[in-house]
């Protein structure tokens, strides 16, 4: 199969640390992208890993652990604008699948 | 860079009627992807080219669903005829060698399409 799994919404606070995880299932797998899609806007492209570890851009990490079938999303030092949905997304040959996605609500 | 370009933007019409969707992807991107996103889900793929070559198009509804890209540039999809269960935003995404390989895909503001 090809489904990925990660929780329907998350909620934290300013300032704060929050993770999404996504679990995914292995066949044909090549890695695992994030995406962050504000409503009524365009899933934008955050962060992809091939290779197990952490790959970090600004406030933004992203983990994977191919033998776990396992990744997750960290942003750091929430701010309100990051309250969007976070998509996890398996590339499949060339092919890009995406979970159903992660509400994050950021409150003051 | 312009980024992908689609249009219209929003599009309301009847069940059982017809409604095109077009594309224009970033230039030079040889991958342009159709996905179609349910209010509150993922996107889910409808159909993929590779210049003017269908790569994928297991998830596309044949029965009512057509799209190309005759040219291997622009691209239309098509329904043909609209059942309520079309309503959904259509986006169109592009991404080249380079792109593709690191899960990186372009996307368009898409189309919301509203079946009555």
């Known amino acids: 199969g090809q489904s990925l799994e990660q929780p329907s919404e998350v909620t934290a606070v300013e300032g704060a640390i929050v993770q999404i995880n996504c679990t995914y299932q292995?066949?044909?797998?090549?890695?695992l992208s994030w995406y962050q899609q504000h409503d009524g806007g365009a899933p934008t492209f955050l962060s992809y890993?091939?290779?197990?570890g952490l790959e970090e851009t600004g406030r933004f990490s992203s983990f994977l652990s191919r033998s776990d079938s396992y990744g997750y999303l960290l942003l750091q030092e929430l701010q309100m604008k990051d309250s969007a949905s976070y998509f996890c997304?398996?590339?499949?040959?060339?092919?890009?699948?995406f979970g159903q996605g992660t509400e994050l609500s950021v409150k003051p | 860079e312009a980024g992908v370009a689609q249009s219209p933007r929003y599009k309301i019409i009847e069940k059982r009627q017809s409604v095109a969707f077009w594309c224009n992807p970033i230039?030079?991107?040889?991958?342009l992807y159709w996905y179609q996103q349910i209010l509150g889900q993922g996107p889910k793929l409808l159909i993929q080219?590779?210049?003017?070559?269908?790569?994928?198009d297991s998830q596309l509804p044949k029965d009512r669903f057509s799209a190309e890209r005759l040219k291997g540039v622009d691209s239309t999809l098509k329904i043909q005829p609209a059942k309520l269960e079309d309503s959904a935003v259509y986006l169109c995404?592009?991404?080249?060698?380079?792109?593709?390989?690191?899960?990186?895909?372009?996307f368009g503001e898409g189309s919301r399409l509203t079946v009555l």
């Open positions: 995404a592009s991404s080249s060698a380079g792109t593709t390989n690191t899960g990186e895909l372009f």
């Open positions: 292995t066949s044909g797998f090549y890695g």
């Open positions: 890993n091939a290779l197990d």
């Open positions: 997304a398996r590339t499949n040959g060339g092919k890009l699948i």
């Open positions: 230039s030079g991107h040889a991958t």
């Open positions: 080219f590779q210049n003017n070559g269908v790569v994928d």
